[in-house]
């Protein structure tokens, strides 16, 4: 479990170029849904891959404490026997999700409609997140929950007995509460219904296909309307999870700003719910450019070659792109303080309700570090002066943000002066490999007391 031991604070320095092949680890988003459908279905669920940070491994914990055996076997092998849609037994401890808003939100989904109550929390971070909206929609299966004020962990939820299926136009373009219904769905009787207006990560609803459930998705005006026919046997499957777009975006990103480098990062995962920030990027004018791209495990993939790109200009991103890139706009911003002129980040609202306000952790931290950024509720613009141009010398604060921490840690590879965080620790929910990976390609990182 994240957060819960001493701060780890660290400084990233200028470094000469990053080459080489840079196999950063498993998807965090397919990770936590391999456990839990493994944990919904009947027989052994073979995962190769899975990602061992913090957040997953909080998930496979939480899915052993709902009856599933969960097993490691060495070097990302794991096995899942599981106990059937609607099988969940009532934990008889409080299940702690670390860092992770993913877990317990889906997780929350898995249980609601199982006739057992679970109490969750997790590290300061996920409390201080809402989960109002989990808790709205399971309660229209007959879920209750009992949380702090605000609608915060720790949290009890009283799953329902004989739910069934419901409409849900969702509020928010989110997965994790898409995701949610879709799971609570399972255990209701009838066709439980999802009207989406933005399509959001679609991890989900392929993997649900891909254990046997019967689900549609339709798509309409560029959102989705997804229908899933709930008490389905799902039957186990052999899942590779490929490498994580998410994380890969830091060993990119810091080649782009870095001068001299050339990266390639193979098998990450280039499901288009997911891609966005390539995209952008090579609107900036990035040297992005994709190898071998093929299917595996139901997700398209590709080996993704990154290399110095010194004239990448600001430009607007659209907000409709803002699902496909939600974790990625950190990373972006500091791309952005290296290319030249102003990156318009509008429609990102939901970085304010994060593993912390990552509209506010940037734009304190970039000005620390010598940015100029404009901000307001919904939108981040980073003006930049080209590659190099970053004064550096700050040290940011990262708020138990893995994605914050490693964000500061590739702009300072291209400052001028060092950049500090006051806490790396968080970078193991999702990265556990970050540091001696990004040293391999010829970052220098160091921990500093
Ligand atoms: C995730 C969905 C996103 C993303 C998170 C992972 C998922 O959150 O930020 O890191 O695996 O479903 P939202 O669905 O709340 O946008």
Redesign the pocket.
């Known amino acids: 479990m994240s957060g819960h031991g001493d701060p780890t604070p660290m400084k990233s320095r200028k470094c000469g170029p990053l080459s080489g092949v840079a196999e950063v680890p498993g998807d ?2 397919i990770s ?2 391999a456990l839990i459908l493994g944990a919904l279905a009947v027989g052994e669920t073979r995962i190769t891959g899975l990602l061992e940070g913090d957040d997953v491994l909080d998930t496979a914990r939480a899915m052993r404490s709902f009856g599933a055996d969960v097993v490691e076997h060495g070097g990302g092998e794991w096995s899942v026997h599981g106990v059937g849609v609607g099988g969940f037994a009532e934990p008889e401890a409080v299940i702690d999700c670390g860092n992770s ?2 877990g317990v ?2 997780i929350m989904g898995a249980m609601a409609t199982c006739p057992i109550a679970a109490t969750f929390t997790g590290d300061a971070s996920l409390r201080s997140r809402p989960m109002g ?1 989990i808790t709205g929609p399971i309660g229209l299966f007959g879920a209750k929950a009992y949380g702090r004020c605000g609608g915060k962990l720790p949290m009890t939820i009283m799953g329902a007995a004989d739910a069934v299926a419901v409409r849900y136009e969702m509020e ?8 949610a219904v879709l799971l609570a769905g399972l255990n209701a009787d009838g066709q439980t219904v999802v009207i989406e207006q933005e399509a ?2 679609d ?2 609803e392929r993997m649900l296909a891909g254990f046997g459930a019967d689900i549609s998705v339709e798509a309409v005006d560029g959102g989705r309307v997804i229908t899933l026919t709930g008490r389905p046997v799902l039957t186990a499957q052999e899942i590779v999870v490929p490498r994580d777009p ?1 994380s890969a975006a830091f060993a990119v990103c810091a080649a782009l700003i870095v001068e001299g480098s050339d990266v390639l990062v193979p098998g990450i995962g280039l499901n288009p719910t997911r891609n966005g920030l390539f995209t952008t990027l090579r609107e900036m004018g990035a040297d992005l450019s994709y190898e071998n791209e093929r299917i595996e495990g139901g997700e398209p993939v590709a080996d993704l070659r990154a290399r110095f790109s010194p004239d990448m200009q600001g430009i607007e991103v659209p907000a409709d792109r803002a ?1 496909s890139m ?2 990625e706009y950190p990373i972006l911003s500091v791309v952005a303080a290296n290319a030249t002129g102003r990156t318009v980040m509008r429609g990102v609202k ?1 970085l304010r ?2 593993e912390c306000d990552r509209i506010d952790a940037m734009a304190r931290g970039l000005e620390a570090n010598g940015v100029a950024i404009e901000e307001d509720q919904d939108t981040l613009i980073v003006t930049g002066s080209g590659a190099g141009t970053v004064t550096g010398g700050g040290m940011c604060k990262t708020h138990l943000d893995h994605r914050i921490a490693m964000s500061f840690m590739c702009l300072g590879m291209s400052s001028q002066q060092p950049v500090s965080i006051d806490d790396g620790a968080p970078i193991t929910t999702s990265f556990p490999i970050f540091e001696p990976l990004m040293a391999a390609l010829g970052a220098q990182l160091e921990r500093i007391n």
Do not use: N
């Open positions: 965090k988003s936590h849904r808003g993913t939100r889906l909206r928010v373009p989110s997965a994790q509460v898409k995701s959001t990560r991890h989900t998410s699902a939600i974790d939901e309700v994060k």
